[in-house]
């Protein structure tokens, strides 16, 4: 069974945190890149973390130094720890998994990810 599982989303003022989870069946969990999305209304998606095996990490510029992700291993979830929120972050937060990576760049599209959940809301309000 492949899955990811998205939870964690909600409403929040600007500066405040937020911590996404996603659950991951032991396919998905083992793949070598894990990461991050997001989509706004009327805007593209976009990458916004990845996670390589073992353990490396690549962020977008916009959300460097803000936002961390991590994996536990223990329980086959990834993590997307979110602070200094603003009000630009807001969107429908989805993790998605891939076997294939040539950089974040070309990963950050989308199209290498073979694996999606079903994603998760996150407001930030002024």
């Known amino acids: 069974q492949v899955q990811l599982v998205e939870s964690g989303g909600g409403s929040v003022q600007a500066g405040g945190s937020l911590r996404l989870s996603c659950a991951a069946s032991e396919r998905t969990y083992s793949m070598y890149v894990m990461g991050w999305f997001r989509q706004a209304p009327g805007k593209e998606r976009e990458g916004v973390a990845t996670?390589?095996?073992?353990?490396?990490?690549t962020y977008a510029d916009s959300v460097k130094g803000r936002f961390t992700i991590s994996k536990d291993n223990a329980k086959n979830t990834l993590y997307l720890q979110m602070n200094s929120l603003k009000p630009e972050d807001t969107a429908v937060y989805y993790c998605?998994?891939?076997?294939?990576?040539?950089?974040?760049?070309?990963?950050?599209?989308?199209?290498?990810?073979?694996?999606w959940g079903q994603g998760t809301q996150v407001t930030v309000s002024s």
């Open positions: 998605a998994a891939g076997d294939v990576w040539f950089g974040f760049s070309w990963w950050a599209d989308g199209r290498a990810a073979e694996y």
């Open positions: 996670i390589i095996r073992p353990g490396s990490t």
